[in-house]
């Protein structure tokens, strides 16, 4: 399972081969009240060994969309349509056998809150040995011992010790690793990892980034990372993926991404985020509260919280447009200038975030129906 | 009370709550400890204690936002709630603007809990979730004597100064709520008393990037709208810079350094400064941090290392660290623009060997 070849998914995909391959994963929520959109059509291909980065708000369908991915979500209540490939196997109809097979051994997850994801009743050592003995059929001397050895692995410092320790005996940093050592058991090809820092202090974030970095290295393991922090998604990913209202929005290279935003969502992400600012200036927060899930309006989700927004972007969503580095926005005010993309929006008054006067009632109107 | 002006105050406007004097710090906080036993056996004996918070000294002046920063478990919390008194001090002294607190001639607490609010880190479990959030609001003043209809009216007052429509939100429950709102409307409450010093403890943590600047900006808008004094504790140093005049900086239930907040931040004397700065992540995907700047965890606050708490992880420790502990110097009698840290290498004579050379070098 570890060293399979991947197939030639796609042929429209000359730069590598993917080995994740989704396209126009939709997933709907059908509840008696409402169906809640969370995620609608997004297409990406992962290469071996890379890192993706998905950036977005809570709400954005940035863990539901990494969710679909092992099918973690209700049966019966959830719509799963499109197509996502793993390797050779195609995740939205693969059994469940096969499916619970794949579960903790080609694809794992990391999961944000350790303390949660983690068995309290079962020593760490009881949770690692489980997985190695549930998918390689060793005895449980062998997974004890591969037990101890992902702990090393994950530099757990005296790692006989915190074998028999329980969950709520370890650190928050501590735990995290635990739960590492759990995802890669099974020596994964790709690895989940839902804001697997973001519960955790600045410096054993740090510490766990660098680890997981290492980690992903060595084992030469494909990773979707979900984040809302640019700046952890500045230190681990190669692509960065933006998505706002279940849509990418903005996909390309880190460096693309983050140096040379191009749709005002990310621009405005950058901008309203803490970094050194003066202290007399108020922060470039954007407005308003992403759109509702239940009753997503046409046209770009972004226009009522848009500081460039015209009459256009009320039609329809902007399809997208690539520049030859594969950096993807969807915006009509971007387009290409050559090889790269260019954002058009030097037209507006000075200052940049001032409202287009046209747009000011109905923008008003939309921010006072989404809240 | 006791206590006039002696030069021109830093604050601007005159308030009609003050009552010893722009000069007078809004609090001051004297060697402040709490060790929390652990008890064990049939007899349940104390046999260890925990450290949590362990001799602070320093004061807020009026109108400035101290930071407070640190890594989980070196006691930011703890100090926070000994300061609101959810928690009881082992020792030490609160003066909240003049007037010791909790004592026979003092403020009582009741005067405390008005002049002190308090806003959590979860935004949802700090609030009532059977309440609709009007109600959460006005059970403040209620407590504190105001009619039904009075404490009502000021919830509605307080949602919109929050910029929350108090029509459409007041009578929602929590739950409807998206993580930024339930954090203005726990922000609304600890207004709710007309309060003077304002505690927030990892308040915009849990929040989005994107709606922990809309926050800010309120707490900034609000501060001056309503001659607020702030302290803020978080982990995130990009947060405190924004928002902070002066910062401290914890370790293991000990002040480490506390300074303006430039000196801090461009200037940083104790190593563990210099750690903590180090971990804050850039944005450019170039500047990729290799090794983490902080290895492990804090050791464990029951038995604290030897001298100086910070030896164990300190890239430059020698032996008087391990014996002796480095002093802070006398915070209170400092001026609001002294930069201390306790180091021996920023003390003169102190025996480690790049003592007389300050770090700035």
Known sequence: ??????????????????????????????????????????????????????????????????????????????????????????????????????????????FQEPMTALDPLYTIGDQIAETVRRHEGLGREAAWARALELLELVRVPSPERRLKAYPHELSGGLRQRAMIAVALSCRPSLLLADEPTTALDASVQIQVLVLLRRLQREMDMSMIFVTHDLGVAAQIADKVAVMYAGRIIEYGSVGDVLNRPQHPYTQAMLASTVKDQERVVPLEAIAGSPPDLRALPEGCSFLPRCAYAEPECAVAMPSETVDASRHMARCYRVGLEGKRLAFNGSALPPGGRATPAPMAAERAEMLGRSA | MTQMALSPPPVAAEDPRDRGGPAQPM?????????????????????????????????????????????????????????????????????????????????????????????????????????????????????????????????????????????????????????????????????????RLLILDEAVSALDK???????????????QLNLTYIFISHDLHVVRYISDRVLVMYLGQVVEIG???????????????????????????????????????????????????????????????????????????????????????HPGSGHSRAPLPVRA
């Open chain 1, 1 to 110: 399972m570890n060293d399979m070849t991947t197939p030639n998914l796609s042929g429209s995909q000359p730069l590598a081969t993917p080995f994740v391959s989704v396209k126009d994963l939709r997933v709907r929520f059908v509840s008696r009240e409402a169906t809640v959109r969370a995620v609608n059509g997004v297409t990406f291909d992962l290469a071996r060994g890379e890192v993706l980065c998905v950036i977005g708000e809570s709400g954005s369908g940035k863990s539901v969309m990494m969710r679909s991915l092992l099918r973690l979500h209700p049966k019966k209540r959830t719509v799963i349509e499109g197509s996502m490939q793993v390797g050779e196997h195609d995740i939205g109809t693969v059994s469940d056998r096969v499916l619970s097979k794949l579960r903790g051994s080609t694809i794992s997850m990391i």
């Open chain 2, 27 to 195: 609090l001051i906080v004297d060697g402040i400890r709490k060790y929390f036993p652990i008890r064990a056996g049939v007899l349940n004996r104390t046999v260890a204690e925990v450290k949590a918070v362990d001799d602070i000294s320093f004061y807020v002046l009026k109108g400035e936002t101290l930071g407070i920063v640190g890594e989980s478990g070196c006691g930011k919390s703890t100090l926070a709630r000994l300061l609101m008194h959810l928690v009881d001090r082992d020792e030490g002294h609160l003066i909240l603007d003049g007037d010791l607190v909790g004592e026979e001639t003092g403020v009582p607490l009741d005067g405390l809990r008005r002049a002190l609010q308090m806003v959590f880190q979860d935004s949802y479990s700090s609030l009532n979730p059977r309440l609709p959030i009007e109600q959460s609001i006005a059970y403040g003043p209620k407590v504190q004597g105001a009619s039904s209809k009075v404490a009502k009216a000021q919830a509605r007052a307080l949602m919109e100064k929050v910029g929350l429509k108090a029509n459409l939100f007041a009578q929602r429950y929590p739950h409807e709520l998206s993580g930024g709102q339930k954090q203005r409307v726990n922000i609304a409450r600890a207004l709710a008393l007309d309060p």
């Open chain 2, 210 to 224: 994107s709606v922990e600047a809309q926050v800010l900006n309120l707490l900034e808008d609000l501060k001056k």
């Open chain 2, 260 to 346: 303006p907040v430039d000196q801090i931040y461009e200037d940083p004397q104790h190593p563990y400064t210099q750690a903590l700065l180090a971990c804050r992540l850039s944005m450019d995907p170039e500047e990729r941090v290799e090794a983490a700047p902080l290895a492990g965890d804090p050791p464990n606050p029951v038995n604290p290392p030897s001298g100086c708490r910070f030896h164990t992880r300190c890239p430059f420790m020698e032996d008087v660290c391990m014996a002796k502990a480095p002093g802070l110097g006398d915070v209170l009698r400092s001026s609001a623009d002294d930069h201390l840290a306790a180091c021996h290498m920023v």
